[in-house]
C-alpha cells in the first residue's frame, strides 16, 4: 500500500512526533502519525532511493517554495527528478508503504539499497 505524499505550500506544519511501540521511544511522524525514516548513506544531497525503490518508500514532499515546520528543524532538498523533498539534518525524510497505523516501525533496519532508520528527534 503507498502512502500518501504530504504536499503543502507556504510554511506549514508536515511532521510530528509519536511513540513506536516496538522501538520503545519516540519516532519523528509526518501529518497522518506515520513514521519517517532515513537511508544510510543518503545525505547532502546524494540520493539512493530512486525509481522502484520510492513505490516502498514514497519520500515526504513539500511544493516549492513551501517552508517545513515541525517538532524538529526541518530542511528542503530537490530530488533528482525535481520534486522537494523534506530532510532532518540533511538527510531526506521518507514514509514506509508497510506502515499503515500510527506507531508503526516496521521499516526500522530493513536493508534494500541500504539500511533504514525511524528517525528519532
Same mark, same amino acid.
Given at each position: 500500500?503507498?502512502?500518501?505524499?504530504?504536499?503543502?505550500?507556504?510554511?506549514?506544519?508536515?511532521?510530528?512526533?509519536? &511513540?513506536?511501540?516496538?522501538?520503545?521511544?519516540?519516532?519523528?511522524?509526518?501529518? @497522518? %502519525?506515520?513514521? #519517517? +525514516? /532515513?537511508?544510510? *548513506?543518503?545525505?547532502?544531497?546524494?540520493?539512493?532511493?530512486?525509481?522502484?525503490?520510492?513505490?516502498?518508500?514514497?519520500?515526504?514532499?513539500?511544493?516549492?517554495?513551501?517552508?517545513?515546520?515541525?517538532?524538529?528543524?526541518?530542511? &528542503?532538498?530537490?530530488?533528482?527528478?525535481?520534486?522537494?523533498?523534506?530532510?532532518? @539534518? %540533511?538527510?531526506? #525524510? +521518507? /514514509?514506509?508503504? *508497510?506502515?499503515?497505523?500510527?506507531?508503526?516501525?516496521?521499516?526500522?533496519?530493513?536493508?534494500?539499497?541500504?539500511?533504514?532508520?525511524?528517525?528519532?528527534?
Amino acid at each position: 500500500m503507498a502512502v500518501p505524499m504530504a504536499l503543502a505550500r507556504g510554511s506549514k506544519t508536515v511532521a510530528g512526533e509519536a &511513540t513506536a511501540p516496538s522501538l520503545h521511544k519516540s519516532v519523528l511522524t509526518n501529518t @497522518k %502519525g506515520l513514521t #519517517l +525514516y /532515513t537511508l544510510s *548513506g543518503e545525505k547532502n544531497g546524494r540520493f539512493i532511493c530512486t525509481g522502484s525503490c520510492l513505490k516502498s518508500w514514497p519520500p515526504l514532499l513539500v511544493a516549492a517554495g513551501t517552508t517545513p515546520k515541525g517538532p524538529v528543524a526541518l530542511g &528542503t532538498i530537490k530530488r533528482p527528478e525535481g520534486k522537494i523533498q523534506v530532510t532532518y @539534518k %540533511g538527510a531526506p #525524510l +521518507y /514514509t514506509f508503504a *508497510g506502515d499503515s497505523k500510527k506507531g508503526e516501525a516496521n521499516g526500522e533496519g530493513l536493508k534494500d539499497v541500504g539500511v533504514w532508520h525511524a528517525v528519532t528527534p
